[in-house]
């Protein structure tokens, strides 16, 4: 069983930057791959962003590719997303969310664990 708890989200500004963290409980973190979702008003809840376990390989949507950077840090249990250049159409409920399996973690079906989320909101 692994908790998920995300903290960092807020109101910016477009072109801002944000830092999302996720603490997960439990001593086998580093044994599973680590995601971040998010899900826009009206809108159905999309992959961003996922790590493999020890780091090795991420995915990212092509929506934030190259703005925004999942790291992961398994001595203090917890998985990061940095977010740079922020724009309006980023603003969402970001979930992280803990995979046992296999995957590549792009899907959400992959995931057994999720976190309640932490909003994000960029005013334009």
């Known amino acids: 069983q692994v908790q998920l708890v995300e903290s960092g989200g807020g109101l910016v500004q477009a072109g801002d930057s944000l830092r999302l963290s996720c603490a997960a409980s439990g001593r086998t973190f580093s044994s599973y791959v680590m995601g971040w979702f998010r899900q826009g008003p009206g809108k159905e809840r999309e992959f961003v962003a996922a790590?493999?376990?020890?780091?090795?390989?991420?995915y990212y949507a092509d929506s934030v590719k190259g703005r925004f950077t999942i790291s992961r840090d398994d001595a203090k249990n917890t998985v990061y997303l940095q977010m740079n250049s922020l724009k309006p159409e980023d603003t969402a409920v970001y979930y992280c969310?803990?995979?046992?399996?296999?995957?590549?973690?792009?899907?959400?079906?992959?995931?057994?664990?999720w976190g309640q989320g932490t909003q994000v909101t960029v005013s334009s």
């Open positions: 969310a803990a995979e046992s399996g296999y995957g590549k973690g792009t899907t959400q079906y992959e995931y057994d664990y």
């Open positions: 790590i493999s376990r020890r780091g090795g390989n991420t």
